[in-house]
Nanobody
Framework: VQLVESGGGWVQPGESLTLSCAAS????????MSWVRQAPGKGPEWVSA????????AEADSVRGRFTISRVNDENTLHLQMNNLQPDDTAVYYC????????????????????WGQGTQVTVSS
């Protein structure tokens, strides 16, 4: 079972990035998925989650209206479109798989998930 994130980088405030997460080793379409981020010196923060079918999603207050989660089950991929990025969005971003099928997890703690990717760094600065 593996999750591999990509798409991070350095951007200026107000710019956009799209993160991707490639899943393998499990039936991706059976699981809700989450994005979690961790800024330097801070604990993990839940960012967004999407249900198994891709028909419902939720975002943290800090990113609502700027970030959009999506998935393509036929391609086993999860995405996070991030618009109007701000310095406070600087963090390592992880995709994460819950332990149970067909649930959505709104939690940033490590124990809430059984599989994490290696993370992708997003840096927002001028």
């Amino acid at each position: 079972v593996q999750l591999v994130e990509s798409g991070g980088g350095w951007v200026q405030p107000g710019e956009s990035l799209t993160l991707s997460c490639a899943a393998s080793g499990f039936t991706f379409s059976n699981y809700g998925m989450s994005w979690v981020r961790q800024a330097p010196g801070k604990g993990p923060e839940w960012v967004s989650a999407i249900n198994a079918g891709g028909t419902y999603s939720a975002e943290a207050d800090s990113v609502r209206g700027r970030f959009t989660i999506s998935r393509v089950n036929d391609e086993n991929t999860l995405h996070l479109q991030m618009n109007n990025l701000q310095p406070d969005d600087t963090a390592v971003y992880y995709c994460a798989k819950p332990r149970s099928m067909r649930i959505m997890v709104y939690d940033g703690s490590r124990s809430a998930y059984d599989v994490w990717g290696q993370g992708t760094q997003v840096t927002v600065s001028s």
